[in-house]
Every structure is written in structure tokens, then in C-alpha cells.
């Protein structure tokens, strides 16, 4: 049975239509279903009751269940241990900052990429998610908001009612998902449903470069997010193994041509792990191999999960590699992850059908 959430608007008109039903209502579908967060948006009061009965027979209203929801004491962040239909478990984030609210999504239950620092890499895929599994995580997370109000008090965010930004950094590889994500940020971007902008979503990936192209096709405005983690050819292909279908070079290429990199730039994500990828001689190459793209690097000290084969860098190891990234004319942050108390960090995701999670 397919879900009500992975439906987009004018596929709900269509159905409406072929009902002999105003597509209108398919409006008010989306509006109680993504914007009131009614348990049943077929029970809107301005819908005929035949309805779901001539319209949606074929489809179920099941979100994601929260089997275990985590908030961080330290900053706030609500790390949730989501069960789909079939009981496969995947986790997302919701990372409260100053003036958003962002949810890291899951796209697969495991991945294909064997990244060796990565602990879903260790998982393989289980399997693909679809859109509604990836959307119900916005809505379930939306419903939590709604919920506790006391946790916007904290955070000084009473006016942030709803999630603001969502990231495809979760469990999994994207773009080895591409259609289930371009269909699940086609509903969240629906005006009449969450609303969210284009330029609100980011897709993380490790370099599919199939994905990217069908992706900037269906949305070329979404922002791209690349998992660099190494310029040097070789060293990537050791860590990360899909280094070996796209080189970095052929990634660079396509992104010096995609139309999102005129709009905002491209993020470029870089794990530093000790004495792998942390050194002068990577600082320098990372700022050759990006001459000429508009990028913004997120420098993300690695979080431990296995310290014998992978360790974090040094203090000195993150400053000096952030200073001559800054001072050759890039943008750079370092970002150390939240929700470290609760495992929610990247590459700490846990779940018991699974091991965890990060790009
Ligand atoms: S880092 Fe991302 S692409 Fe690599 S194994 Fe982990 S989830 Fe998959």
C-alpha cells in the first residue's frame, strides 16, 4: 500500500479529478495533512465524507513511530529513533540554533558506500526508504515541536513553530535514492503544504554523480552538500570507495558547470580524522582542487566511535588546517557536531537493526 505522504499535490488533484471530485480539495488535504498536523487529514471538516472512500482507498496515513526520543542536555538537540511500517529502524536530528530549527533526515535504512569511517558504511543497504518515509520524519518531527513548547522557552524560539532548514545527512546515501528524495522535496516545498524553500534543504552526497544529475535536473536550485574528506584521489578511495566509480575530479567538473553553484555556492563537508586527511599537505591541495568554485567548507572534527582505527585531529591539527584555508580566500567553519551526550553526532547514529549514520 502506498503512503499518503508520498503523494504530491497534483497527483491528489488528478485523483480528485478522475473522482469526479473538485481538485480543490486536494488543497485542504495538504494544508490539514502538512500545515495542521492533523492525525487524519481526511477528516478536514470541508471534505465530503466519500472522500478518502473514492480518492485514497489505496493509501495509508502511517508516519513514522518515535520508538525512542533523546534531547540532549547540553544543547537541546532531540535525536529520534524512528520504526517504519516494516519495523526497520533510522534515526534523524532536530538541531535547535539561534535563528532555525534544522532536522537532519534519513534517506536509506543503511548504505550501499562502505565510507570506513562511517558506521552505517559497516551496515551495507537494508533498504531505500520512499518519499512518505522520508517526509513523515518532517511531519513527526513538526508534531514533536508542536508538542512541547516548553522546549522552545529554552531555546528562546517561541516563534519557530515548525522545523526551518532539513538536511539529507542522515542514514544514507541521497542520491542512491534520488527519485524518493526529489519526490519527498518536491511535498516539503509545496507552498500549500510545509512550505519550506528550496534554498532550505540540502542533500549531502558522496560524490553520486547519476544522483547529481537527475537531482539539479529535478531541482536546480536545491543546495548540494559534498562529503570531500580527501582531494588526494588515492587517499579518498581508501575511505571512501566511491571515490573509485566518480573520481574527484569528474564531481569537481560537474559542479563547476551545475546551474546551483551561479545561485549559492556548494558546502563542502570535510571530516578531519587524525593522520589521515589532517595535514598542511591536505589544507593546500583542498584549496587547489576548489579554485573556482564558489564553496563554503565545513571543517567537522571526526566523532570518535572506534578510536583504535580512526581518530579525531589535534586542536593545532583543526587550527592551522582552518587558517590556511581562510587565509588562501576560503570560506571555512568549523563545526563540531551536536547532540554528542546523545549519540546523535554524525557518524554516531545507532540504531539496533543497523549500527549509525553521517555523511
Ligand atoms: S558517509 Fe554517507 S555515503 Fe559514506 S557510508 Fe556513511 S552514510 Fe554512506
Same mark, same amino acid.
Given at each position: 500500500?502506498?503512503?499518503?505522504?508520498?503523494?504530491?499535490?497534483?497527483?491528489?488533484?488528478?485523483?480528485?479529478?478522475?473522482?469526479?471530485?473538485?481538485?480543490?480539495?486536494?488543497?485542504?488535504?495538504?494544508?490539514?495533512?502538512?500545515?495542521?498536523?492533523?492525525?487524519?487529514? =481526511?477528516? &478536514?471538516?470541508?471534505?465530503?465524507?466519500?472522500?478518502?472512500?473514492?480518492?485514497?482507498?489505496?493509501?495509508?496515513?502511517?508516519?513514522?513511530?518515535? $520508538?525512542?526520543?533523546?534531547?540532549?542536555?547540553?544543547?537541546?538537540? !532531540?535525536?529520534?529513533?524512528?520504526?517504519?511500517?516494516?519495523?526497520?529502524?533510522?534515526?534523524?536530528?532536530? %538541531?535547535?540554533?539561534?535563528?532555525?530549527?534544522?532536522?537532519?533526515?534519513?534517506?536509506?535504512?543503511?548504505?550501499?558506500?562502505?565510507?570506513?569511517?562511517?558506521?552505517?558504511?559497516?551496515?551495507?543497504?537494508?533498504?531505500?526508504?520512499?518519499?512518505?518515509?522520508?517526509?513523515?520524519?518532517?511531519?513527526?518531527?513538526?508534531?514533536?515541536?508542536?508538542?512541547?513548547?516548553? =522546549?522552545?522557552?529554552?531555546?528562546?524560539?517561541?516563534?519557530?513553530?515548525?522545523?526551518?532548514?532539513?538536511?539529507?545527512?542522515?542514514?544514507?546515501?541521497?542520491?542512491?535514492?534520488?527519485?524518493?528524495?526529489?519526490?519527498?522535496?518536491?511535498?516539503?516545498?509545496?507552498?500549500?503544504?510545509?512550505?519550506?524553500?528550496?534554498?532550505?534543504?540540502?542533500?549531502?552526497?558522496?560524490?553520486?554523480?547519476?544522483?547529481?544529475?537527475? %537531482?539539479?535536473?529535478?531541482? @536546480?536550485d536545491v543546495r548540494? &552538500?559534498?562529503?570531500?574528506?580527501?582531494?588526494?584521489? $588515492?587517499?579518498?578511495?581508501?575511505? %571512501?570507495?566511491? *571515490?573509485?566509480? =566518480? @573520481?574527484?575530479?569528474?564531481?569537481?567538473?560537474?559542479?563547476?558547470?551545475?546551474?546551483?553553484?551561479? *545561485?549559492?555556492?556548494?558546502?563542502?563537508?570535510?571530516?578531519?580524522?587524525?593522520? !589521515?586527511?589532517?595535514?598542511?599537505?591536505?589544507?593546500?591541495?583542498?584549496?587547489?582542487?576548489?579554485?573556482?568554485?564558489?564553496?563554503?567548507?565545513?571543517?567537522?572534527?571526526?566523532?570518535?566511535?572506534?578510536?583504535?582505527?580512526?581518530?579525531?585531529?589535534?586542536?593545532?591539527?583543526?587550527?592551522?588546517?582552518?587558517?590556511?584555508?581562510?587565509?588562501?580566500?576560503?570560506?571555512? %567553519?568549523?563545526?563540531?557536531?551536536?547532540?554528542?551526550?546523545i549519540a546523535a &553526532?554524525?557518524?554516531?547514529?545507532?540504531?539496533?537493526?543497523?549500527?549509525?549514520?553521517?555523511?
Amino acid at each position: 500500500m502506498r503512503n499518503f505522504y508520498s503523494i504530491p499535490r497534483h497527483e491528489l488533484e488528478h485523483r480528485c479529478r478522475e473522482a469526479g471530485l473538485p481538485d480543490v480539495h486536494a488543497s485542504t488535504l495538504f494544508k490539514a495533512a502538512y500545515k495542521d498536523l492533523v492525525n487524519d487529514p =481526511w477528516n &478536514a471538516s470541508s471534505l465530503p465524507q466519500k472522500i478518502r472512500a473514492s480518492v485514497g482507498s489505496d493509501l495509508d496515513i502511517a508516519l513514522p513511530v518515535a $520508538a525512542k526520543t533523546l534531547v540532549s542536555r547540553y544543547d537541546h538537540s !532531540v535525536k529520534f529513533l524512528f520504526e517504519l511500517r516494516d519495523g526497520s529502524l533510522v534515526e534523524s536530528v532536530l %538541531m535547535p540554533e539561534r535563528r532555525r530549527i534544522t532536522l537532519c533526515v534519513s534517506s536509506q535504512v543503511g548504505c550501499r558506500q562502505a565510507c570506513t569511517f562511517c558506521h552505517t558504511g559497516r551496515m551495507g543497504l537494508l533498504r531505500n526508504m520512499d518519499a512518505g518515509e522520508i517526509v513523515g520524519q518532517l511531519i513527526a518531527a513538526n508534531r514533536w515541536i508542536a508538542n512541547h513548547p516548553d =522546549w522552545l522557552a529554552a531555546l528562546s524560539l517561541p516563534r519557530l513553530q515548525r522545523v526551518t532548514n532539513v538536511v539529507f545527512m542522515g542514514m544514507g546515501e541521497p542520491l542512491d535514492n534520488v527519485e524518493s528524495v526529489a519526490d519527498a522535496i518536491a511535498i516539503m516545498t509545496d507552498p500549500l503544504g510545509s512550505g519550506l524553500a528550496l534554498r532550505r534543504i540540502s542533500v549531502s552526497t558522496a560524490g553520486h554523480l547519476d544522483g547529481l544529475a537527475q %537531482m539539479v535536473e529535478r531541482h @536546480p536550485d536545491v543546495r548540494l &552538500a559534498i562529503s570531500l574528506h580527501s582531494p588526494f584521489d $588515492a587517499e579518498r578511495s581508501k575511505i %571512501m570507495p566511491i *571515490n573509485r566509480r =566518480w @573520481p574527484l575530479a569528474e564531481v569537481l567538473n560537474f559542479l563547476r558547470d551545475a546551474p546551483t553553484q551561479l *545561485n549559492h555556492g556548494i558546502l563542502i563537508q570535510y571530516t578531519m580524522i587524525r593522520g !589521515v586527511n589532517d595535514s598542511m599537505r591536505h589544507a593546500e591541495e583542498l584549496v587547489r582542487i576548489t579554485a573556482g568554485l564558489k564553496v563554503k567548507v565545513n571543517l567537522i572534527p571526526l566523532n570518535e566511535i572506534d578510536p583504535s582505527r580512526f581518530a579525531s585531529p589535534t586542536a593545532n591539527a583543526i587550527d592551522s588546517f582552518r587558517d590556511h584555508l581562510h587565509q588562501s580566500g576560503l570560506r571555512v %567553519m568549523v563545526r563540531y557536531s551536536k547532540g554528542q551526550d546523545i549519540a546523535a &553526532a554524525c557518524g554516531q547514529l545507532v540504531t539496533e537493526n543497523a549500527s549509525a549514520s553521517g555523511q
